[in-house]
Structure formats: structure tokens, C-alpha cells
């Protein structure tokens, strides 16, 4: 008896994992068919659309833009997934060859959309737009494998904000020390998770826990110490010189690699570009926007710029989905914030094309918040003191200072 029941209750379970994997095959190879976009007839409307962030950075403010009515995507068939990341994806090591990616990461986020649209038809839930604007999957070049799977059916976006305020945001309220989610124990107290499963509970979909130690890294980062186990960075830095490095500066880092990355994301499918990477994928080429703000103004014009460039309506009302810093005018050292940045600058010693793509005219420093406790002339006078001191070259256009308006780009 107890043979046949075991054998009845292990056929059940087989016919059950037949019929999810059935159903996944379906899903998943319906996005391989070639008359996609003709039967569906949504030539217009992405069906990924993911952020690109370093995450304090506003990416919870646009998901939520993108989430609301006016946009060409069905909203009743819509997927937000904010921060919807695989189990145990965050500790996933380096991927280069986006195994991980094709074979766990894109089966989850397909379970996601069929678990979320069960109701709908087949034909609907292939026309379902899926929409994470979070910054959980910057790890081990993920964003770069969901680009070359997705191709032209998927739009990133690159969310820029003030670097200093990134940083700030990070160090801020939660005291980080560090973008390093591995590579941190010099900067962890006793008091660790009871049990890894604890650990990793948190991070399942739609699920959000407290950790049981005091926080020294963000759930999700990267960072180029030697035991981060994520893979190659574009901006490499000895141990060394990473541990001298103040949390500010750190975070600083963390924001350049981000923005780093996005060129050399770019480039992948760029056939112009130099890079040895360059992509010919037969999915064709992803969208990619981006969105550049420093504060409140720049922020509603962003979002409605995104909306726009997507054929969304551009009227809706605008949400701060995630404060992390509290705002008190004339309260702000900025002068020591330009000293950690040019400190942090000659100790990374960067080539003329990393600066192009980082430092740019085309991408000027902010120093100009109305928290700073210091006049125009004494920001000014403390760049160029600064920068004699660290021996690299003053560019005024690379500064934004309080009164002055951001420069013009030929």
C-alpha cells in the first residue's frame, strides 16, 4: 500500500513539473517566433523595458512613471516587477557567457509575467510589457546578457543623477561603507544573519525584509576589490588604493563604473565603435534613453521626457517613490565633497577617454545645491586650489556652480 501510494504521489509530481515546463516552453519560445511583432501587431510598444542605475539614483520615481495609464502598452496586461530578481541571483558569480542569465534569470522573469497575467489569453500575456527600473540585476553583467537575449524588443534606461548626491545618498542615512556585497567583512560587525535562508528570503519577488545586522553595503552593488566574485569592471582599482578610499569616494566609484558601463553597453551594438565586443544579435538592437537630473525640476522633466520618447503621455502626477536623504538648506560641505572627488580622481589616474566619457563638458559636475554653506566664489576658488593640489587640469566648463546655468553642448 504504502508502495503504490508513494508511487501515485511521485507520478503526480512528475506530471506537475511536466506541465510547468510545458507551459514555460511555450511561453518562452513564443518570444523566438519571427512573426512576433505581426501577430501581435505592437510594433511600437518594447516589451522589456529595464533600468540602468546604481539605484538612490530616482529609478523608483520613473518605474512608477512607466507603470501608470497614458503609455501605448496594455496597463491591464502590464508587468511591474520593481526589483525582481532570480533566487540567489545576487550572489551569483561572474557570468560571462550569460549561462546564468539564459538559463535561470530569463525563465524567472517569464514565470513572473505568467504568474502576474494567468488570467489573460495566450496572444495577451506575448504582448505583455514587463517594466524593473531597479538596480538588482547590475551584478555580474546581466543587464549586458538581457540586452543580447532581448535585442530590439527590449528599451534600458540610464538614470543619471548629481554623482555627489548618489554618493551622499548611499553614505547618508544608511552610514554604507561600501558597494561591496561580498568583498565587505572588514566593514561587518558581529551581529550577521541567523541563517542564510533569512538571508535570501528577503529578496524574493514582492517580498521586502530588515536585515538582522547593521548595514554596510546596499542589497545589490558593484565594486572592484579582488574577492567580489562579479566579474571584470570597467574602472579597475588595486585593493589598496580601494580601501583608502573613503565611503563617499567609493560610492563615487560606484556611480562612474555605472555610468562607464552604459557607454560600453552602447558600444556593443554600436558597428562604428572600436570594441571587441561588438553584438550582431538576430533579435536586432535594444532602445536605449537616458535621463540626467540634479534636482526637483529636472526630475519632473525627465520623467516626462522618458514618457514622451516611449509615445506615452507626458501629463501624470509625479511620485518621490523612495526619499533617502533628508534636505536642509546651508547645512552641506561641498568643499569637502570636491576634495574627496579630486582626491578620488588623481588616485584613479584615468585615461583621456575614460574622463571623456566621465568628466565631460557634456557632463558637468554639480556643486551648485542650495545646501551648500558656501558662496559661488569660495566653490570656485576651492575647484582650482584643489585641483593645482592633486595636479590635474581645471576645465570650468566642467562645473556647474550655484547661480550658473547648465553650459550648452555643441
Known amino acids: 500500500m504504502f508502495r503504490r501510494s508513494l508511487l501515485l504521489l511521485t507520478i503526480g509530481i512528475l506530471l506537475f513539473l511536466a506541465l510547468q515546463l510545458g507551459q514555460l516552453y511555450y511561453y518562452t519560445s513564443s518570444y523566438d517566433s519571427p512573426q512576433y511583432y505581426e501577430?501581435?501587431?505592437i510594433t511600437n510598444s518594447p516589451l522589456f523595458i529595464f533600468g540602468h542605475t546604481t539605484g538612490h539614483s530616482g529609478s523608483g520615481t520613473f518605474h512608477h512613471a512607466l507603470s501608470r495609464p497614458g503609455c501605448p502598452w496594455d496597463t491591464d496586461s502590464t508587468v511591474e516587477a520593481f526589483e525582481n530578481v532570480a533566487d540567489g541571483e545576487i550572489h551569483w558569480?561572474?557570468?560571462?557567457?550569460?549561462?546564468?542569465?539564459?538559463?535561470?534569470?530569463?525563465?524567472?522573469?517569464m514565470t513572473s509575467i505568467q504568474s502576474q497575467t494567468g488570467d489573460v489569453t495566450a496572444s495577451r500575456r506575448r504582448s505583455t510589457t514587463y517594466i524593473d527600473l531597479g538596480h538588482f540585476h547590475n551584478r555580474g553583467r546581466r543587464l549586458e546578457c538581457l540586452a543580447k537575449y532581448f535585442g530590439d524588443r527590449s528599451v534600458f534606461i540610464h538614470v543619471r543623477r548629481n554623482r555627489y548626491n548618489i554618493a551622499r545618498s548611499f553614505v547618508g542615512k544608511g552610514a554604507l561603507k561600501t558597494p561591496c556585497v561580498v568583498d565587505n567583512t572588514m566593514y561587518v560587525d558581529n551581529t550577521m544573519y541567523k541563517t542564510e535562508k533569512e538571508h535570501t528570503r528577503r529578496f524574493k519577488f514582492g517580498k521586502r525584509r530588515i536585515r538582522n545586522r547593521t548595514e554596510v553595503s546596499p542589497t545589490v552593488g558593484i565594486c572592484p576589490r579582488s574577492r567580489e566574485n562579479a566579474g571584470p569592471v570597467d574602472l579597475p582599482v588595486s585593493d589598496a588604493i580601494w580601501?583608502?578610499?573613503?565611503?563617499?569616494?567609493?560610492?563615487?566609484w560606484y556611480a562612474d563604473e555605472m555610468e562607464h558601463r552604459w557607454y560600453s553597453l552602447q558600444n556593443m551594438f554600436n558597428n562604428d565603435s572600436n570594441s571587441d565586443h561588438v553584438i550582431v544579435g538576430l533579435r536586432g538592437v535594444p532602445s536605449f534613453y537616458e535621463a540626467?537630473?540634479?534636482?526637483?525640476?529636472?526630475?519632473?522633466?525627465?520623467v516626462s521626457d522618458i514618457r514622451n520618447k516611449l509615445s506615452c503621455?507626458?501629463?501624470?502626477?509625479?511620485?518621490?517613490?523612495?526619499?533617502?536623504?533628508?534636505?536642509?538648506?546651508?547645512?552641506?560641505?561641498c568643499s569637502d565633497q570636491i576634495l574627496q572627488d579630486l582626491e578620488y580622481r588623481k588616485?584613479?589616474?584615468?585615461?583621456?577617454?575614460?574622463?571623456?566619457?566621465?568628466?565631460?563638458?557634456?557632463?558637468?559636475?554639480?556643486?551648485?545645491?542650495?545646501?551648500?554653506?558656501?558662496?559661488?566664489?569660495?566653490?570656485?576658488q576651492n575647484i582650482r586650489k584643489y585641483s593645482a593640489m592633486y595636479g590635474l587640469e581645471y576645465d570650468d566648463r566642467q562645473w556647474i556652480l550655484p547661480g550658473e546655468l547648465n553650459p550648452r553642448v555643441d
Open 243 to 252: 580601501d583608502a578610499f573613503t565611503p563617499f569616494q567609493r560610492f563615487l
Open 39 to 41: 501577430d501581435d501587431g
Open 313 to 333: 503621455t507626458t501629463e501624470m502626477e509625479l511620485k518621490n517613490k523612495h526619499p533617502h536623504v533628508e534636505h536642509r538648506d546651508r547645512a552641506l560641505n
Open 292 to 302: 540626467t537630473w540634479n534636482d526637483a525640476d529636472e526630475l519632473k522633466k525627465s
Open 93 to 109: 558569480p561572474s557570468d560571462p557567457d550569460c549561462h546564468l542569465t539564459n538559463t535561470k534569470l530569463i525563465p524567472h522573469l
Open 347 to 380: 588616485l584613479m589616474g584615468y585615461s583621456k577617454e575614460q574622463k571623456d566619457v566621465l568628466f565631460s563638458r557634456h557632463l558637468p559636475q554639480h556643486v551648485d545645491s542650495e545646501e551648500c554653506i558656501e558662496r559661488r566664489d569660495e566653490l570656485e
